[in-house]
């Protein structure tokens, strides 16, 4: 395993984390106290849940954990979030100074902990001013509640007008987004990772397999069948069968990804996350599995690193599909500059 700086913090965290949203409801009990132990023995040091996943069993399970492994939580960099409903009310939903102070509580309690080490914003509410949540933050900081703030799931502008608003309040910084972001995802490379990058901001992508795309096992117009994400819903969110079959790139994303796994003598999974560890700006990348068998192949990538002409392959077959402006090369030579090579050039 592998260790980084949670962003431009002081704080060690190792460059997988596992995510817990298949915890009560996936993954039962049992197979979640069994992926838990499995990551730390591996080397792991984040964790990270939601009071949403399974309606808070998630952060019970994690809880009920660490209370029978004490000794285990100063050597655990814990995050959580807030912010989509957890009731009928309301306010029991949103980025409100009323419902955050709220479910940060109950999370607290479910997960049987005095604070915890990274707090997030789970997605941008419109309903809220910004101001509002960032000063939430600091006073949970403040309150020895969280120790640092991170948000998920904003756009470009959003997390630019955060990072810069708690610059210009004084106010505990936004350290960590976490979006999506894989081989087959990279969008956010547009805007949200120079964002990060200017700012110190350390990236947790979130379905860095595509939502198991890039594990190699879908094949071209055969409909997904048996117990598998898309075998039981081809139509599930984002990584959905229909649109992504229909796309060239996918299929060139995954002979590129097979191609270097053969190389190296690895599975796919290992070489997407592998591959994604190493992008610009990415702290630690969140793994999400429904049993130690998928968890320790993940794992296998936490000390492989590829070699240039891998990572370029992959690159190159990943490119995002864009128009000349204002991403694609006409955009980006109209903002680029360069250091003149003589006196008045």
């Known amino acids: 395993m592998r260790?980084?700086?949670?962003?431009?913090?002081?704080?060690?965290?190792?460059?997988?984390?596992?995510?817990?949203?298949?915890?009560?409801?996936?993954?039962?009990?049992?197979?979640?106290?069994?992926?838990?132990?499995?990551?730390?023995?591996?080397?792991?040091?984040?964790?990270?849940?939601?009071?949403?996943?399974?309606?808070?069993v998630s952060e019970d399970i994690v809880g009920r954990w660490l209370r029978t492994r004490p000794e285990l939580r100063d050597r655990l960099v814990i995050a959580t979030k807030g912010r989509f409903p957890m009731g009928p009310g309301a306010n029991d939903a949103g980025l409100s100074r009323v419902h955050l102070t709220r479910a940060l509580d109950a999370s607290l309690r479910r997960l049987g902990v005095e604070a915890v080490?990274?707090?997030?914003?789970?997605?941008?509410?419109?309903?809220?001013?910004?101001?509002?949540?960032?000063?939430?933050?600091?006073?949970a900081v403040r309150a020895g509640k969280i120790r640092y703030a991170g948000v998920s799931n904003f756009t470009g502008w959003q997390l630019q007008k955060a990072a810069l608003l708690t610059q210009h309040l004084n106010l505990t910084p936004i350290v960590t987004l976490q979006p999506q972001y894989n081989l087959l995802a990279r969008e956010i490379e547009f805007e949200l990772v120079p964002v990060c990058e200017n700012e110190?901001?350390?990236?947790?992508?979130?379905?860095?397999?595509?939502?198991?795309?890039?594990?190699?096992?879908?094949?071209?117009?055969?409909?997904?069948?048996?117990?598998?994400?898309?075998?039981?819903?081809?139509?599930?969110g984002v990584e959905a069968y229909a649109g992504r079959n229909a796309e060239e790139r996918t299929w060139r994303v995954l002979d590129a990804v097979g191609q270097v796994a053969g190389e190296r003598g690895v599975s796919m999974s290992a070489v997407s996350l592998a591959w994604l560890a190493a992008r610009p700006a990415v702290t630690s990348v969140i793994l999400g599995a429904r049993t130690t068998e998928q968890l320790d192949d993940n794992?296998?990538?936490?000390?492989?690193?590829?070699?240039a002409a891998q990572m370029r392959l992959l690159d190159e077959?990943?490119?995002?599909?864009?128009?000349?402006?204002?991403?694609?090369?006409?955009?980006?030579?109209?903002?680029a500059r360069n250091l003149p090579t003589t006196p008045g050039q």
């Open 299 to 307: 794992l296998t990538a936490a000390d492989l690193v590829l070699d």
């Open 200 to 236: 110190g901001i350390g990236i947790l992508p979130w379905s860095p397999l595509g939502g198991g795309w890039l594990t190699g096992k879908y094949q071209r117009d055969s409909l997904p069948t048996g117990a598998t994400r898309l075998g039981e819903n081809p139509q599930r």
């Open 117 to 139: 080490d990274l707090y997030q914003a789970h997605a941008w509410d419109p309903l809220t001013p910004l101001p509002e949540t960032l000063r939430f933050f600091d006073d």
């Open 317 to 335: 077959a990943s490119a995002p599909l864009v128009g000349d402006y204002p991403y694609g090369v006409a955009g980006v030579q109209q903002r």
């Open 3 to 56: 260790y980084r700086t949670l962003g431009a913090t002081g704080t060690v965290v190792s460059t997988l984390c596992l995510g817990t949203m298949t915890f009560g409801a996936e993954t039962d009990e049992a197979g979640s106290f069994a992926q838990l132990d499995r990551f730390v023995e591996a080397g792991g040091t984040f964790i990270d849940t939601a009071d949403v996943y399974s309606t808070g």
